[in-house]
């Protein structure tokens, strides 16, 4: 393992390299990976709905299936690797939910579960395996997308909170499995990101703005003002992150977790 600096072909330099991003077809998924085909990299987007992201330009591939299955997540690692080598993931598949603990059903919980934290598993795993295997990057960066939710959790969102605290584990133990080969883990907790995401379907966004006391259309400025920041946080926010882990400027970063939620005490990293 090198402990020299590598010497950068620009600020991420990104160019020329290969990501795979799952959720890639919304949200802040979709925007990593036009920020990626923008910075010349080449990219494999997976997602079970890839309408957002058929129509970009760039040097990319699509996968449309789930990713919690094995054989669509080795689909994307051997896609991803005919172009050579693979020099990170970005886990950004998840999906939102409502209701209390104290009445949602163990059916609606292992989904909540399934859908944001075991999502990730598979090509998690495979990584590390095709790594061992000498077929991934020495470089090779995982980045999870996890939520405020995460050390903050909130009610009214189901099991969501659970799976994302989890994520904050899932991504610190591939920290330490990761390292001998070469392979960093991190996470960005995202806070709450309106724009382009599907994340506020299901009645969401109505529910939230009654609980709170506002109309739909002042939703996201009343998350916005309770940030120290005072800022509504966009997926480039979130992206601009995620494309920093990704890069050799976080070489010597891994097991860390990265807030992009505007500045809220509650969620500060513990």
Known sequence: MSHQSPDFDGPLALSGKTF????????IGLCTVKQLLALGSSVVAVDVNTDG?????????????DVTLPSVADEALELALTRGRLDGVVFAAGTSSVGSMTEIGLKAFDEDLTRNLTVHVPLSQAVLRYRSAHQVSAQCSLVYVASKHAVAPSSGFGG??????????????FALEGAPLGVRANTVNPGAVFDGSKFWEKGLWEEKAQSHGVSVDELPDFYANRTLLGVRVSPTDVTNAILFLLSPLSRATTGAVISVDGGLPVSFAR
């Open 160 to 173: 969501y909170p659970v799976a994302k605290g989890a994520v904050l584990q899932l991504a610190r133990l």
């Open 53 to 65: 992201v058929a129509t970009l330009d760039g040097d990319f591939s699509v996968v449309c299936g």
């Open 20 to 27: 795979i991003v799952t959720g890639g077809g919304s949200g």
